[in-house]
């Protein structure tokens, strides 16, 4: 019902900053509450951020509160993942995700559907 496509992703410094973008097609972005996930090699994936479906309502993991800004363009069927102060230990494939029911959750098995995810690393 819904395709995602991340983009974004690159190397960059300790401190520094990127913006991830996820791209939606199908049905309008408005129907699904939106999270952000990551995956290190050797790990689980992990929350990092997620979003109401006006965008009124944010959640963000305590590793990336306060360095992270999670936003959604209904209009543009777009949302981003801003962030910043970056540190290695955010170093993994980030996974932008959709969940059809109304009620948020921070457990990667109750989004229906995923992207192919961008990677981002992080080196000092």
């Known amino acids: 019902q819904v395709q995602l496509v991340e983009s974004g992703g690159g190397l960059v410094q300790a401190g520094g900053s990127l913006r991830l973008s996820c791209a939606a097609s199908g049905r309008t972005l408005f129907n699904y509450r939106m999270g952000w996930f990551r995956q290190a090699p050797g790990k689980e994936r992990e929350f990092v951020a997620r979003?109401?479906?006006?965008?009124?309502?944010?959640y963000y993991a305590d590793s990336v509160k306060g360095r992270f800004t999670i936003s959604r363009d209904n209009a543009k069927n777009t949302v981003y993942l801003q962030m910043n102060s970056l540190k290695p230990e955010d170093t993994a494939v980030y996974y932008c995700?959709?969940?059809?029911?109304?009620?948020?959750?921070?457990?990667?098995?109750?989004?229906?559907?995923w992207g192919q995810g961008t990677q981002v690393t992080v080196s000092t």
């Open positions: 979003i109401s479906r006006s965008g009124s309502s944010t």
């Open positions: 995700a959709a969940r059809s029911l109304l009620t948020g959750s921070n457990v990667a098995g109750d989004y229906d559907y």
